[in-house]
C-alpha cells in the first residue's frame, strides 16, 4: 500500500514537472519569436524608409508589434511584441488590444515600431500610461505626406504591411498592456 502511494506520488511530482518544464519552453520559444520578429521588422524599416535608422540611433527606446486588425463597421485586433529599453537592453513582452467605428471592410496584418525620444515616454508606454490618440497623429506614410523625419510627442510611429511601408494605420483605440506570463523570469 505504502508503496503504491509512493509510486503514484513519484508519478505525479514527474508529470507536474514535465508540465511546467514544457510551459517555461514554450514561453521561452514565445520570446525568442518575438525579439527575431522585431529584429527583422526593424530592419525592414531601416531599408524602407530614409531616415528611420538615424531616428532609432536617438531614440532612448523602442517597441515592435505584429498586428492584425479586421472589421465590418466595428473594428477590433490585437497583436504582442517587445519594448526594449536600449540604455538597459531590458525587454519588456507585451500585448496589444484595439477597438473602434469606422467604414473599413475586411482584415489587415501590419508590424508597428514607436520610437520613444525620452526614456520616461518609454517607460509610460510600458506602464500602460501611452495616449494612443496622441500617437496615432505620428504615423509615418511612403509617398512623403506623413513622413516622420522627428519626434511628435516624443514618439514616432511606422507601419509596415505585408506589401511593404503603409500610408497609415489607425492606432487611436489601441491598449498596451504588459504580456504578466512572458514576462515571468
Given at each position: ?55 532609432y540611433d536617438k531614440a532612448k527606446g523602442y517597441a515592435v508589434f ?45 508590424d508597428m515600431v514607436m520610437l520613444f525620444e525620452t526614456k520616461e ?65
Open positions: 500500500m505504502l508503496l503504491r502511494r509512493w509510486i503514484l506520488g513519484s508519478v505525479a511530482a514527474a508529470v507536474l514537472v514535465a508540465g511546467v518544464a514544457f510551459a517555461q519552453s514554450k514561453d521561452d520559444q514565445k520570446r525568442a519569436e518575438l525579439r527575431k520578429g522585431a529584429e527583422e521588422t526593424l530592419q525592414a524599416l531601416f531599408k524602407q524608409v530614409e531616415g528611420s535608422k538615424a531616428n505584429a498586428t492584425t486588425k479586421a472589421g465590418f463597421i466595428v473594428t477590433g485586433g490585437g497583436g504582442s511584441g517587445v519594448a526594449v529599453d536600449k540604455s538597459t537592453n531590458t525587454t519588456s513582452y507585451m500585448k496589444m488590444g484595439m477597438g473602434g467605428v469606422g467604414f473599413g471592410i475586411g482584415a489587415q496584418k501590419y515616454r518609454l517607460d509610460n508606454f510600458i506602464k500602460g500610461g501611452w495616449d494612443s490618440a496622441a500617437g496615432a497623429k505620428a504615423v509615418a506614410g511612403k509617398d512623403g505626406a506623413g513622413v516622420a523625419t522627428g519626434f511628435v510627442n516624443g514618439e514616432i510611429i511606422y507601419t509596415i504591411g505585408e506589401k511593404g511601408l503603409m500610408a497609415s494605420a489607425d492606432v487611436s483605440g489601441a491598449k498596451f498592456w504588459l504580456d504578466e506570463d512572458l514576462n515571468k523570469k
